[in-house]
């Protein structure tokens, strides 16, 4: 009778040990889009973690090829005003995510600044304002509305003369949604993917009910905020790390379409929503509306919670 039970508390134990053996931790990160990508993932096999890990982000570095303003042979980079061009499906389910958002949010998020991307990339650097001719000649190159999505035959036409397109307030979201993917796919449905301020996270750490993020705005020693998510992601967008100050006024990296200039409302922006891609391109859009649309914005288009600090 002993024995039997000796045995059976054994073999629970033996259990316990396997079951904890089979849910290891592993991590992986590389630099992609001019920032860290890194994978946290838990699984049972390590070389299986790795070979997911692979295919991951080699999608995310297909993506940046596709995507990228700074490669001069990337599939938007080839795109030319007055040409309707054929895209490639990956790319055209980017374009199809960033026009939806430009629709829904008035502009907002607008897929087509960049001529004005390219000119306050310059501005940051000698941290002087542009000329008003130059700025408002990459500003009338500008506008979603003037740039023709058709979903139905995946072609885009730029009207407008000097038209560009930057993807970057969206594409690391959608690349996160798509790493995930890739990481679930290879039998490991407990990831997070963590692109720079983006989070794409799927089931739980083994013996929690989530993930904890903590959301950071304006304090670059901790979090204002810790919230415990899975099987969806988050994005904060500010000016905590990236801004210019420009003859004593302070300038973020986001550019507001109505001026041409980085934004000067201090205001960051964390959304939680169902997928990277939408949180991604609504933190951008919150940000430019202001802090008083910022939650009502995110909310009616995607968001499950929006965070406003100002």
Same mark, same amino acid.
């Given at each position: 009778?002993?024995?039997?039970?000796?045995?059976?508390?054994?073999?629970?134990?033996?259990?316990?040990?396997?079951?904890?053996?089979?849910?290891?931790?592993?991590?992986?990160?590389?630099?992609?889009?001019?920032?860290?990508?890194?994978?946290?993932?838990?699984?049972?096999? %390590?070389?299986?973690?790795?070979?997911?890990?692979?295919?991951?982000?080699?999608?995310?570095?297909?993506?940046?090829?596709?995507?990228?303003?700074?490669?001069?042979? $990337?599939?938007?980079?080839?795109?030319?005003?007055?040409? %309707?061009?054929?895209?490639?499906?990956?790319?055209?389910?980017?374009?199809?995510? $960033?026009?939806?958002? @430009?629709?829904?949010?008035?502009?907002?998020?607008?897929?087509?600044?960049?001529?004005?991307?390219?000119?306050?990339?310059?501005?940051?650097?000698?941290?002087?304002? %542009?000329? %008003?001719?130059?700025?408002?000649?990459?500003?009338? /190159?500008?506008?979603?509305?003037?740039?023709?999505?058709?979903?139905?035959?995946?072609?885009?036409?730029?009207?407008?003369?000097?038209?560009?397109?930057?993807?970057?307030?969206? /594409?690391?979201?959608?690349? /996160?949604?798509?790493?995930?993917?890739?990481?679930?796919?290879?039998?490991?449905?407990?990831?997070?993917?963590?692109?720079?301020?983006?989070?794409?996270?799927?089931?739980?750490?083994?013996?929690?009910?989530?993930?904890?993020?903590?959301?950071?705005?304006?304090?670059?020693?901790?979090?204002?905020?810790?919230?415990?998510?899975?099987?969806?992601?988050?994005?904060? $967008?500010?000016?905590?790390?990236?801004?210019?100050?420009?003859?004593?006024?302070?300038? $973020?990296?986001?550019?507001?379409?109505?001026?041409?200039?980085?934004?000067?409302?201090?205001?960051?922006?964390?959304?939680?929503?169902?997928?990277?891609?939408?949180?991604?391109?609504?933190?951008?859009?919150?940000?430019?509306?202001?802090?008083?649309?910022?939650?009502?914005?995110?909310?009616?288009?995607? @968001?499950?919670?929006?965070?406003?600090?100002?």
């Amino acid at each position: 009778m002993m024995k039997g039970f000796g045995t059976l508390i054994l073999g629970l134990l033996l259990f316990a040990a396997t079951a904890q053996a089979e849910e290891q931790r592993f991590h992986f990160e590389r630099p992609l889009m001019g920032t860290l990508f890194q994978i946290t993932c838990y699984g049972e096999d %390590p070389e299986a973690a790795k070979k997911a890990s692979e295919e991951a982000f080699g999608v995310g570095e297909e993506i940046n090829k596709i995507a990228s303003d700074y490669l001069a042979d $990337s599939e938007l980079m080839k795109l030319k005003p007055g040409d %309707p061009t054929k895209v490639s499906p990956l790319f055209a389910e980017l374009l199809d995510a $960033s026009f939806t958002k @430009a629709r829904e949010t008035e502009g907002a998020f607008d897929p087509t600044l960049g001529p004005l991307t390219k000119l306050w990339r310059e501005t940051r650097k000698t941290r002087k304002l %542009p000329d %008003p001719e130059v700025l408002a000649k990459a500003r009338a /190159a500008c506008g979603w509305q003037d740039a023709e999505w058709n979903r139905e035959t995946s072609t885009i036409l730029l009207k407008k003369p000097g038209m560009q397109l930057d993807l970057g307030a969206i /594409a690391k979201g959608f690349t /996160a949604d798509k790493m995930f993917e890739a990481m679930k796919k290879g039998g490991f449905p407990k990831t997070c993917v963590a692109a720079g301020g983006d989070l794409r996270m799927g089931d739980p750490p083994p013996g929690r009910t989530a993930w904890r993020v903590g959301l950071q705005t304006f304090d670059l020693e901790k979090p204002e905020e810790v919230v415990e998510l899975a099987n969806c992601a988050v994005s904060t $967008s500010g000016d905590l790390h990236q801004f210019v100050e420009i003859e004593g006024k302070r300038y $973020s990296h986001i550019i507001d379409p109505k001026t041409g200039l980085g934004m000067t409302e201090h205001v960051a922006v964390s959304v939680i929503a169902p997928s990277g891609t939408i949180a991604d391109a609504l933190d951008t859009a919150g940000c430019v509306v202001g802090a008083d649309k910022a939650e009502a914005m995110g909310l009616k288009f995607g @968001a499950t919670r929006v965070v406003v600090r100002k």
